[in-house]
């Protein structure tokens, strides 16, 4: 039991800015031990999202401000690290040449023109359909918890595409550590309306960036694991909305 709480809280480390080292506990040996965390990190930083959106609701915000304000509460919550990859993948393989190229291109923390298409199209999305439910509530938590789902999906069946970088410090996962997760995942998404929906579309986004960054620079990075979270849940509020 200790173990797995070591596992989530590394997981939360990696996934998130919450301020869990504070609980000074041991880290395990290996973060690849930890990836059966991420659907529930995911669902936590969901859950945080739901929690502010229900203060807006309480304080009487119209639903559009309301949306903005959970979205930046988990953003903040992130540290907008998904939102730093998908903003890099959109600049490296919509302005590289080459494979070489997208890769220097990804590793600059200057935003070009394609990442902030992508990073306000998706924010835009997010909000939007955040704003035209009555109770985001279960679509908050279990599109945080799909699209970590369809990040780790991505990350056990592509190779890294560096020889170094945190992607790279993740491979050869274990087996039951991935099986944990894709099945939290999966249950987690029960409780939407439409579960198998959810999960074809997740399904579709992982694998279809798993193509396409194959083809692009030859493996995963983790922009492109951070790209993949975002582009999955873009897809779930798709359905909600």
């Given at each position: 039991?200790?173990?797995?709480?070591?596992?989530?809280?590394?997981?939360?480390?990696l996934?998130?800015r919450?301020?869990?080292?504070?609980?000074?506990?041991?880290?395990?040996?290996?973060?690849?031990?930890?990836?059966?965390?991420?659907?529930?990190?995911?669902?936590?930083?969901?859950?945080?999202g739901?929690g502010?959106?229900?203060?807006?609701?309480?304080?009487?915000?119209?639903?559009?401000?309301?949306?903005?304000?959970?979205?930046?509460?988990?953003?903040?919550?992130t540290?907008?690290?998904?939102?730093?990859?998908?903003?890099?993948?959109a600049?490296?393989?919509?302005g590289?040449?080459?494979?070489?190229?997208?890769?220097?291109?990804?590793?600059?923390?200057?935003?070009?023109?394609?990442?902030?298409?992508?990073?306000?199209?998706?924010?835009?999305?997010?909000?939007?359909?955040?704003?035209?439910?009555?109770?985001?509530?279960?679509?908050?938590i279990?599109?945080?918890?799909?699209?970590?789902?369809?990040?780790?999906?991505?990350?056990?069946?592509?190779?890294?595409?560096?020889?170094?970088?945190?992607?790279?410090?993740?491979?050869?996962?274990?087996?039951?550590?991935?099986?944990?997760?894709?099945?939290?995942?999966?249950?987690?998404?029960?409780?939407?309306?439409?579960?198998?929906?959810?999960i074809?579309?997740?399904?579709?986004?992982?694998?279809?960036?798993?193509?396409?960054?194959?083809?692009?620079?030859?493996?995963?990075?983790?922009?492109?694991?951070?790209?993949?979270?975002?582009?999955?849940?873009?897809?779930?509020?798709?359905?909600?909305?």
């Amino acid at each position: 039991m200790m173990e797995a709480l070591r596992q989530f809280i590394a997981a939360c480390m990696l996934l998130t800015r919450l301020p869990v080292w504070r609980l000074k506990l041991a880290m395990p040996r290996s973060q690849t031990a930890s990836v059966w965390a991420y659907p529930v990190v995911g669902a936590l930083v969901g859950l945080i999202g739901a929690g502010v959106w229900a203060l807006c609701h309480v304080a009487g915000l119209h639903a559009w401000p309301s949306a903005v304000i959970t979205l930046v509460a988990q953003l903040l919550t992130t540290g907008a690290l998904h939102e730093d990859g998908l903003a890099d993948l959109a600049d490296g393989f919509g302005g590289g040449r080459d494979r070489q190229r997208k890769l220097e291109i990804m590793r600059d923390s200057n935003i070009g023109s394609y990442g902030a298409l992508a990073l306000t199209l998706s924010s835009l999305l997010r909000i939007s359909a955040i704003a035209g439910l009555a109770d985001p509530t279960l679509w908050l938590i279990a599109a945080g918890a799909l699209s970590r789902t369809a990040m780790l999906a991505l990350l056990a069946t592509t190779k890294p595409a560096r020889r170094d970088g945190i992607a790279a410090t993740l491979r050869d996962l274990p087996k039951p550590s991935v099986l944990i997760g894709l099945a939290l995942g999966l249950a987690l998404a029960s409780t939407l309306p439409y579960p198998m929906l959810a999960i074809a579309f997740c399904g579709t986004v992982s694998f279809a960036l798993r193509w396409l960054t194959l083809r692009q620079i030859d493996g995963q990075t983790g922009d492109v694991l951070g790209a993949c979270a975002v582009l999955a849940e873009c897809a779930i509020w798709s359905i909600a909305a």
